[in-house]
């Protein structure tokens, strides 16, 4: 089992920079090395919707068009953490950004749903 909880979210103006964290505490059945992770974001009234993920080596990393060029997805196994720098914020970033883990990426990528592991959420809101 792995429990995750997210950090570093807050407030801040647009152009302005975050650093989201994601500690992740491992259980019996589970370890942080061994999953894929990804951020989602969801805004009030809209759907969940995937940010950034990354293999579980690091390897490989996706983006929503959106972010590209402004948020780098990051893990360091060692601390069992993960990591979103974002830079460059809008008001549209304003969401609640959630961790996940899932043993194959491509459920992090390609579906979205029905992943192993939630963190509770941390607020980022941009103003204008």
């Known amino acids: 089992q792995v429990q995750l909880v997210e950090s570093g979210g807050g407030l801040v103006q647009a152009g302005g920079s975050l650093r989201l964290s994601c500690a992740a505490s491992?259980?019996?059945?589970?370890?942080?090395?061994?999953?894929?992770m990804g951020w989602f974001r969801q805004a009030p009234g809209k759907e969940r919707e995937l940010v950034a993920a990354i293999s579980w080596s690091g390897g490989t990393t996706h983006y929503t068009d959106s972010v590209k060029g402004r948020f780098t997805i990051s893990r360091d196994n060692a601390k069992n953490t993960v990591y979103l720098q974002m830079n460059s914020l809008k008001p549209e970033d304003t969401a609640v950004y959630y961790c996940?883990?899932?043993?194959?990426?491509?459920?992090?990528?390609?579906?979205?749903?029905?992943?192993?592991?939630w963190g509770q959420g941390t607020q980022v809101t941009v103003s204008s």
């Open positions: 491992e259980r019996t059945g589970g370890s942080f090395s061994g999953y894929a």
């Open positions: 996940a883990a899932d043993n194959a990426f491509n459920q992090l990528v390609d579906v979205g749903t029905q992943l192993d592991y």
